[in-house]
């Protein structure tokens, strides 16, 4: 798992902030704006600033955020609907995983992805916790070698 989610996570006033940014932007019709917006958040992080991050992974990532737009645009409207919870949800039964996992998350990640990373490796019975040094939420786009040599490795050993 790469920067897991999680169903049912309580989410810090810091990652609510994020996505009220974004969303207030994209809801004003500032589409550029909420993908900034979200590649502050996800892909600076709450501890880098822009000019940290390597140029070309967040213009990569602002094109797909705008692309997820267009593409989202009118779903709703269209019939989409948002998927049932399991019942017990997911956070109630990561004890039942029971294959090796690897949990991969980026030191600059937010504070709740990281959470939940060490969340999840503690919860699975043999899980084991990597975090990415210089990467936030995308560590398999800002150091794919790295984190394919994670994968590998991991895979190798099984």
Same mark, same amino acid.
């Given at each position: 798992m790469i *920067?897991? !989610?999680l169903p049912g996570w309580e989410w810090s006033p810091e990652t609510r902030a994020g996505w009220t940014d974004e969303e207030t932007a994209y809801e004003s019709g500032d589409l550029e704006g909420a993908a900034e917006a979200s590649v502050r958040m996800w892909v600076d992080g709450p501890q880098r600033a822009p000019e940290e991050v390597d140029p070309a992974i967040r213009s990569a990532v602002a094109e797909m955020v705008l692309r997820s737009y267009a593409m989202q645009a009118h779903g709703w409207e *269209? !019939? *989409?609907? /948002? /998927?049932?919870?399991l019942d017990p949800p997911v956070n109630l039964r990561l004890h039942e995983i029971r294959c090796p996992t690897l949990v991969i998350v980026g030191e600059h990640d937010v504070t709740d992805m990281r959470s939940i990373a060490a969340h999840v490796a503690d919860s699975v019975d043999n899980a084991r916790l990597v975090e990415v040094a210089s990467a936030a939420h995308l560590p398999s786009l800002e150091r794919a070698d790295e984190v394919n040599a994670l994968l590998l490795a991991f895979l190798n050993d099984r």
């Open positions: *920067a897991p !989610g *269209a !019939g *989409a609907r /948002e /998927e049932d919870v």
